[in-house]
């Protein structure tokens, strides 16, 4: 998935957001039918590989071409609030989308659940086919070796872009782990499978509500504040996860630790496409995505050898201490909130 995050958004910025996504979406369509149809572990292997593609190409270019076609449309100021209601959409999508797959499966067979995605992406193609790129995006750069040299020059000339970039990398990567370690750990302290299902959801849920309200909340407190206060958040519900072994208080440090993750996502999306210019916007939010899933990979690594040496507690402890200091070396001050307001 990292190694096609970069050339996603460098084609992305230098050729067209439109095609991107085009190509995206119609690489996922194959994907979906080399899924369904593999009978070996190395077209298991491609399929997966397209798919990691497919997303890439396809979504990773949707944040910047949403806030372009918001900027041709001079609603720049209600950025936040269309970002956390598109967020919320998608929460609530993943709430709907586990029952109607499992519906299919269960009635039409496996394969057929699996063809199902194949109706999904052929939508996205569809509408893709239907969108005008924004006149907001404009390319200066020729050549990919020029975009990315002008990008890291940009990055190093804004610090606060990269204060952001790291604290929003790596506090949402500790949170998609605890997402893929904890069914495992509430399994360990008793926490029924049935019960597990209801919370994934629930998590879902009380992310899709707070999210839908994301610009209202950091427009009451302040961005400095929300973005330190959620960032906490998300610590502390990875610790109360690590230290205690009491179902309740392990459930509520993980409904805290991902609705604060989702919390963010819209209020950073907003961020980014503030500071970026348009000829560069995909191509360093792109690089974002790069961080992440290089970490992830990184860390997925060694996770199993940790796991079983300090065991899953220690872990999530470790992933909050990490946050705490990432947290309070990319503090923003209040310069960097005006900038952020637009000041």
């Known amino acids: 998935m990292f190694l096609s995050q970069i050339p996603a958004g460098i084609l992305s910025d230098l050729w067209s957001r439109k095609k ?10 194959i994907s979906a039918f080399v899924y369904a149809n593999s009978t ?10 397209l798919i990691a593609l497919a997303i890439t190409f396809a979504f990773s270019t949707l944040t910047p071409f949403g806030y372009e076609v918001i900027i041709e449309n001079k609603k720049e100021h209600a ?34 659940g699996m063809l199902s995605n194949v109706f999904s992406w052929l939508l996205i193609f569809l509408v893709s086919l239907t969108l005008r790129n924004p006149k907001a995006h404009r390319a200066k750069e020729r050549n990919s070796f020029n975009q990315i040299s002008s990008s890291f020059k940009l990055l190093k000339m ?18 998609w782990l605890t997402l893929a370690l904890i069914q495992p750990y509430f399994e360990n302290i008793r926490v029924g499978i049935i019960y597990i299902g209801i919370i994934f959801s629930g998590a879902n849920l009380i992310g899709a509500i707070t999210t839908n309200f994301s610009d209202r909340i950091e427009k009451k407190f302040g961005i400095r504040r ?16 690590g230290l205690f072994k009491l179902p309740s208080i392990v459930i509520l440090g993980f409904l805290m630790t991902r609705t604060m993750s989702r919390f963010r996502e819209p209020l950073f999306s907003d961020y980014f496409n503030k500071l970026i210019g348009s000829d560069k916007r995909a191509t360093i ?21 940790l796991i079983e040496g300090f065991g899953l507690g220690k872990i999530f402890i470790g992933f909050a201490l990490v946050s705490i200091v990432v947290i309070l070396f990319t503090k923003i001050n209040t310069d960097d909130e ?6």
């Open 285 to 305: 939010i792109s690089f974002s995505g790069f961080l992440y899933w290089f970490f992830y990979g990184v860390l997925g690594l060694f996770l199993g050898y």
């Open 79 to 112: 950025s936040k609030k269309i970002f956390s209601k598109a967020t919320s959409c998608l929460l609530l999508g993943g709430i709907i989308g586990p029952f109607v797959g499992a519906y299919i499966a269960g009635n039409f067979g496996l394969k057929m």
């Open 226 to 241: 929300s973005v330190f206060s959620s960032g906490v958040l998300i610590a502390l519900g990875m610790l109360m996860i």
């Open 158 to 175: 804004n610090p606060l872009l990269i204060y952001l970039i790291i604290n929003f990398t790596f506090l949402n990567l500790f949170s």
């Open 338 to 343: 005006a900038k952020l307001n637009g000041n």
């Open 20 to 29: 991107v996504i085009i190509l995206g979406s119609f690489i996922g369509i």
């Open 40 to 49: 070996s572990f190395i077209q298991v292997v491609i399929a997966e590989a």
